[in-house]
């Protein structure tokens, strides 16, 4: 009996959903038998909804008709320009040339003793890597050779690529550093590989 009675509201209570959907002009819906009813939206469906209609609102106002903020192509030309700003610069490598004054030669030595000592030694006699204080060399012995030997490296002798690490000034002045080292004759210097380097 109170089954009877809860459908009884249920139909009830459908039928003045019916008449209200009516009252709205709102045809009522049925598929096979199952009835569309006029439901209220959750709460924080509609909330979200009111939100994203304030966001709307301020948006256009800030960024379209006052002009506070960038729009996103000016926000992308103004971060290029500041990566560029902070990128090193790119030298011309078809003008690098050899550098022989002591300031670029020091700061040679040191990229050279933080990077390279462990396979070409303190005074680049050669260890795993060939010696450099003679005259031949497995890749070229001028200075354009040199530096392209260490902005490519070597991946098949295990040398690794600097450009990635090094400017391309630091790479000019540990190149330099290197051929200062030429005919330095350092004792225990590895046997020469490669072919003698004629300028």
């Not at 497995?138 to 690794?160: C, L, Q």
Request: proline share 5%; aromatic share 10%.
């Amino acid at each position: 009996m109170e089954e009877n009675n809860i459908n009884q509201d249920e139909i009830k209570k459908e039928h003045e959903i019916d008449e209200l959907t009516n009252d709205r002009f709102i045809a009522n819906h049925e598929y096979d038998g199952i009835r569309e009813l006029d439901n209220d939206l959750p709460g924080w469906w509609k909330w979200l909804f009111y939100i994203s209609i304030i966001f709307a609102v301020v948006y256009i106002v800030r960024y379209h008709i006052l002009k506070t903020g960038d729009l996103q192509e000016a926000e992308y030309s103004k971060e290029m320009a500041v990566a560029k700003e902070k990128m090193p610069a790119q030298s011309d490598e078809s003008a690098l040339a050899r550098l022989e004054d002591e300031t670029n030669l020091i700061a040679g030595k040191a990229i050279f003793d933080k990077n390279c000592v462990v396979c070409h030694l303190s005074k680049g006699e050669g260890l795993v890597g060939p010696n450099l204080t003679d005259e031949y060399w497995i890749h070229g012995g001028s200075f354009k050779n040199i530096y392209a030997t260490i902005r490519d490296g070597v991946p098949v002798k295990g040398m690794i690529s600097w450009k990635s690490q090094l400017k391309p000034e630091e790479i000019q002045q540990v190149s330099s550093y290197i051929m200062s080292l030429q005919g330095t004759n350092p004792p225990n210097a590895k046997a020469p590989q490669g072919e003698k380097y004629v300028p």
